[in-house]
């Protein structure tokens, strides 16, 4: 059938990426275009389909790095942290939002031209498929009219004009959502994923630890914290935070398809995280993402007290006792006759910083766990050189 129902979409039959020591590099291949991006630059490459003939051009463009790195385990500093509960008194201190800046912006310099190309696909990939579930409709309807009257024996044969137009109607709605299928299959932004061993052996390392991060019996996000007023609240603890319990697993984003499973950081406040060969990718909802370099992160994790009034999680230690009304000294306050004890717990926190505005902290209930994956996360980043550039359609 020469016949196309939608002429005009983009197809994205391959990018591949691949990561290597030297950084991470793109390829993008359609028909006799290829499009490669890489440590050294751009090359376009075009050629005559069965002639042999072929032409290769590199371009130049500014890059951006920063001597960044990403967090760093730090088991011996330790810092107090509030029981969540609510002062006496007015806590004049200014509260200090945990949030990451605005997808718009914290896509690093390097990558912006992944970003467009993954914007541009699911951009495309939207549109296809509404115009799918149109169709679909609309291949019913046809569908139901035609059949209606092929399996009778009056009207297609009174009506042979009235007949043809319903098959007809029902064959066009059934090329239109086969067409739209392959159009949708074929608009992808990533089918194939290259590491060398180099950077495929400390990456599939961290992706085992992160697993077992994922046990932690109790993972928050950190969405704010304030300094306390030891003195009028009547309490050891330096700071108060707002959490919310999270979780982190193994999973994959339907904005690169590739079929292995990449660690997810789920986010009570912002953006998602995703841990991509070469990228992380930052996703805030279906049509607001950010692509940053692991190099462009910065960041710490320290072990914490905590005063746990909520139930100390299964594999957290207990380093010390407390009191609601403390004495600067950390004795009861008597002057209160409902005073209780709260235990003070172990836990790890990790917080996640970029220039460009990156800014997430978690707490996990394991510490040993979190420092097992940031150390292999750390081998991992520093395995590769920074992304001086990644793909263009």
Request: aromatic fraction near 10%; hydrophobic fraction near 35%; charge should be neutral.
């Amino acid at each position: 059938m020469g016949w196309h129902f939608r002429q005009s979409f983009k197809i994205i039959p391959g990018l591949k990426l691949n990561l290597s020591r030297t950084g991470l590099s793109a390829s993008i291949s359609s028909g006799p275009l290829t499009v490669n991006v890489g440590p050294h630059g751009l090359t376009g490459t075009s050629s005559i389909p069965g002639t042999g003939i072929s032409y290769r051009e590199h371009f130049d463009f500014a890059t951006h790095s920063t001597d960044s790195h990403v967090p760093s385990s730090n088991p011996d500093g330790q810092e107090t942290t509030p029981a969540q509960h609510y002062p006496a008194t007015i806590n004049s201190a200014p509260l200090e939002e945990i949030r990451s800046a605005s997808t718009e912006l914290l896509t690093s310099d390097s990558l912006k031209e992944l970003k467009s190309l993954m914007q541009m696909t699911f951009e495309e990939r939207k549109d296809i498929s509404q115009q799918l579930d149109s169709v679909r409709h609309k291949k019913i309807r046809a569908s139901t009219r035609y059949q209606s009257w092929e399996r009778g024996f009056i009207f297609k044969r009174l009506f042979k004009g009235a007949f043809a137009q319903r098959k007809s109607e029902y064959e066009t709605a059934t090329a239109q959502v086969a067409e739209l299928e392959e159009q949708l299959r074929l608009t992808t932004v990533a089918t194939h994923v290259d590491i060398e061993k180099e950077q495929a052996e400390p990456y599939f390392r961290m992706r085992d630890d992160f697993a077992r991060l994922c046990e932690c019996s109790a993972i928050w996000d950190i969405k704010s914290h304030q300094a306390t007023d030891q003195f009028h609240e009547r309490t050891t603890a330096t700071r108060r935070i707002d959490r919310q319990r999270v979780t982190f697993a193994l999973d994959s984003c339907d904005l690169i398809q590739w079929e292995q499973k990449v660690p997810h950081l789920r986010n009570a406040k912002g953006g998602d995280l995703y841990l991509y060969p070469g990228f992380i990718l930052y996703r805030a909802a279906k049509e607001a993402f950010s692509v940053i370099d692991y190099h462009d992160v910065d960041g710490n994790a320290i072990a914490v007290r905590f005063q746990e009034e909520e139930g100390v999680p299964s594999d957290s230690k207990v380093v010390g006792q407390t009191w609601a009304k403390a004495n600067k000294d950390g004795s009861r306050d008597r002057r209160f006759a409902d005073n209780y004890q709260i235990p003070i717990a172990l836990y790890g926190s990790v917080t996640f910083k970029s220039a460009s505005g990156l800014w997430e902290e978690f707490q996990l209930s394991n510490p040993e766990r979190l420092t097992l994956f940031l150390n292999s996360l750390n081998t991992f980043v520093s395995s590769f050189g920074t992304a001086k550039a990644s793909a263009t359609a």
